[in-house]
C-alpha cells in the first residue's frame, strides 16, 4: 500500500536537523525498500498558482504565501504493508522534529 | 445459559477471528450478524450447539465466502479468498483462537479520533448495536452511524492494522485503548448507566486476560472495581455515604487488583486503583488514612501532572492539615484555565469556607458552582449543600 509522506516545516522555527540527517533517512527508505519517490520542494517564494474560470481563462498568480505557520518543504511516497509502518517512518523523517510535521496520506487505488 | 449471553460472550470473539481473517471489519460485522441470525433460527430449534463458538465461526466464514464468490471486485482485494475456500467446508476444531486484543488495538488506535474510540469498542467488542452506542454517548443515532461509518472507512482505506504491537510499542500504545475503556465507565456514570459501567469492567476483564502481565490494565480494572463498588451510594458525598451499601465482594477484589498493579512499579491507574482502595477500606471519612492518600497524590500528580489531580490533592492535604492548608493550595489554582469553569473546584472551595465558619463566602462558592454544574442532578445536590450552609448560617 502506497503512503504519502507530506513533509511541512513551521516557517517561524528553524530546523536543527542537517542535510546529512536527510541524506541518511533517504538511504535507510531506499535500503529498506520502500521509497518509490519523493522530492523536496524550492523555496516557497517561486510558487504559482494556476486557476482555471468556467469561461475558460485562465488566472496565473503569484504564491501562494506563507499565511499559514507551516509550509509544505518536500514529499516521499512509500509502499509499506499498513499504516502502522507509514507512521514508523514518519516519525523517523527528520522534518517531523522541531515543530515541523508530516501528514501521512494514503494514496487511492481505484479498480478499473 | 440462554441464546442472548451466547452472543454476548461470542459476538466480540468471533467478530476478532473474522477480522484477523480477512482483515475486513465490514465483511466481518455483516458475515458475523448472519452468523448470529442463523444460530437465531436453528438453535431454539436444534438446541445450543457443544461448542457454539465454533458453529458460529463455521457458518459465518461459510458465509464470508459466499459473499466473496458474489462480489469478485470485493473478493481480489483480499488474497486470502482462495484459501478460505478450501477450508470453508472444513469444521473448525481445535481451541477457538482468541483475538480480541488485536481488535482492541485497531479501535483505539492513535490514528482514530479518540471520541470515537470507546464507541468502536462497544459496538466491535461489547457487541453493542448503534443505536445502543449512540444512547451511551447521549448523541443522536445519525451522528453516531456517521461518525462508526467515518472511522471504519478509514481503518480499511487508510489500512489501520489488525494487529498487536510490539513489546517495544506496547508502552505507548496501551494507554490509548486502557483510556477507551475507561472513558467507557466514565461515560456511564456521567449519565448514570449502570449497566455502561458494568460493560466497561467487563471489557477491562476481558483485556486483563489477554494481558496478564500489564500492571496498568489490573490498575484500570481495580480502579473501576473500586469506585464501582460505591455505586449504591454515590448521590451522597464521599464523607455522607452509607458505607453499609458499598459493594464489599467488589472492594475485596479491587483491593487485591491494586496490590498488583503497585508490585514492581505504577503507572496512574495503579495508583488511582490504591487512592479509591484506601478509601473504600476505611470505617469512615475522618478514619481514611489520609497521609497515605496524600502522599499517592504526590505520585499521581507526578506522573500525570493536571490541575484537576491538583484539586483533588488539595481536597486531601485539608483532611490530614485541616481546611486552612486546603484552602490555601485551591486559591494557588484560581489561575487554572481548566479550573475556572470545572464546579467541582467551586465545589470544593465552598466547602472548606464552610468549615472555616465563613458562611457568607461559602454560599457566595456554591452559588458558583451550580451556576457552572452541568446536570439537574449536580445542581440539586449544590443546592441542598448550599441550603444547609444558609441555614446555619
Redo the contacts between chains.
Keep these: 500500500?502506497k503512503y504519502m509522506l507530506l513533509i511541512y516545516a513551521a516557517s517561524d522555527q528553524q530546523p536543527s536537523c542537517t542535510v546529512a540527517d536527510w541524506i541518511a533517512y533517504e538511504k535507510e527508505m531506499r535500503g529498506a525498500g520502500v521509497l518509490v519517490s519523493g522530492h523536496s520542494l524550492a523555496d516557497l517564494v517561486t510558487a504559482t498558482t494556476v486557476q482555471v474560470g468556467p469561461d475558460g481563462r485562465r488566472t496565473v498568480t503569484d504564491g501562494p504565501f506563507a499565511e499559514t505557520r507551516e509550509v509544505l518543504g518536500g514529499y516521499n511516497i512509500i509502499d509499506v504493508?499498513?499504516?502502522?509502518a507509514a507512521?514508523e517512518w514518519a516519525a523517523k523523517c527528520p522534518g517531523s522534529r522541531d515543530g515541523g510535521a508530516v501528514v501521512?496520506r494514503?494514496i487511492?487505488e481505484f479498480?478499473f | 445459559m440462554n441464546v442472548e449471553q451466547v452472543f454476548r460472550e461470542e459476538r466480540g470473539r468471533l467478530l476478532a477471528t473474522l477480522v484477523k481473517r480477512f482483515g475486513d471489519l465490514d465483511l466481518a460485522e455483516e458475515v458475523a450478524s448472519d452468523a448470529i441470525e442463523a444460530a437465531l433460527r436453528h438453535w431454539p430449534v436444534d438446541g445450543v450447539p457443544d461448542r457454539p463458538g465454533a458453529w458460529l465461526l463455521t457458518t459465518a466464514r461459510r458465509k464470508a465466502v459466499d459473499r466473496l464468490r458474489r462480489d469478485q471486485v470485493h473478493a481480489a482485494r483480499l488474497a486470502l479468498l482462495q484459501v478460505e475456500v478450501s477450508r470453508a467446508d472444513a469444521p473448525v476444531t481445535g481451541s477457538l483462537p482468541d483475538e480480541r486484543l488485536e481488535l482492541f488495538f485497531t479501535c483505539a488506535h492513535p490514528a482514530l479520533p479518540a471520541e470515537d474510540r470507546g464507541a468502536l469498542i462497544l459496538r466491535c467488542l461489547a457487541g453493542f448495536t448503534t443505536p445502543e452506542v449512540a444512547r451511551a454517548y447521549l448523541v443522536p443515532v445519525a451522528t453516531m452511524q456517521q461518525r462508526i461509518v467515518r472511522a471504519k472507512k478509514k481503518i480499511r482505506e487508510a489500512r489501520i492494522p489488525f494487529r498487536v504491537p510490539d513489546p517495544d510499542e506496547l508502552p505507548e500504545r496501551l494507554p490509548g485503548v486502557l483510556q477507551a475503556v475507561y472513558s467507557i465507565f466514565t461515560e456511564g456514570y456521567a449519565a448514570q448507566r449502570v449497566d455502561l459501567a458494568d460493560e466497561a469492567i467487563r471489557l477491562a476483564r476481558i483485556l486483563r486476560d489477554l494481558l496478564p502481565a500489564e500492571r496498568e490494565v489490573a490498575g484500570l480494572l481495580a480502579l473501576m472495581l473500586l469506585v464501582h463498588a460505591r455505586r449504591d451510594a454515590r448521590d451522597e458525598l464521599l464523607e455522607d455515604q452509607d458505607r453499609t451499601l458499598w459493594d464489599s465482594d467488589m472492594i475485596t477484589e479491587g483491593s487485591a487488583l491494586a496490590e498488583l498493579a503497585l508490585t514492581g512499579g505504577h503507572g496512574p491507574y495503579g495508583v488511582q486503583a490504591a487512592i479509591n482502595a484506601l478509601h473504600d477500606e476505611a470505617p469512615d471519612f475522618a478514619s481514611t488514612d489520609w497521609p497515605q492518600i496524600v502522599a499517592l497524590y504526590d505520585v499521581l500528580l507526578r506522573l500525570t501532572p493536571s490541575p484537576v489531580i491538583a484539586l483533588n490533592r488539595a481536597a486531601a492535604i485539608a483532611m490530614r492539615d485541616g481546611a486552612a492548608a486546603g484552602l490555601a493550595l485551591l486559591d494557588e489554582l484560581a489561575d487554572e484555565p481548566k479550573l475556572r469553569d470545572y464546579h467541582p473546584y467551586r465545589a470544593a472551595r465552598a466547602d472548606l469556607l464552610h468549615r472555616l465558619g465563613r458562611p457568607a463566602e461559602a454560599a457566595q462558592a456554591y452559588r458558583e458552582a451550580i451556576a457552572l454544574a452541568g446536570t439537574s442532578s449536580e445542581q440539586d445536590f449544590l443546592r441542598r449543600r448550599l441550603t444547609a450552609v444558609e441555614e446555619r448560617s
Design positions: 500500500m504493508p499498513d499504516l502502522d507512521l501521512v494514503p487511492a479498480d
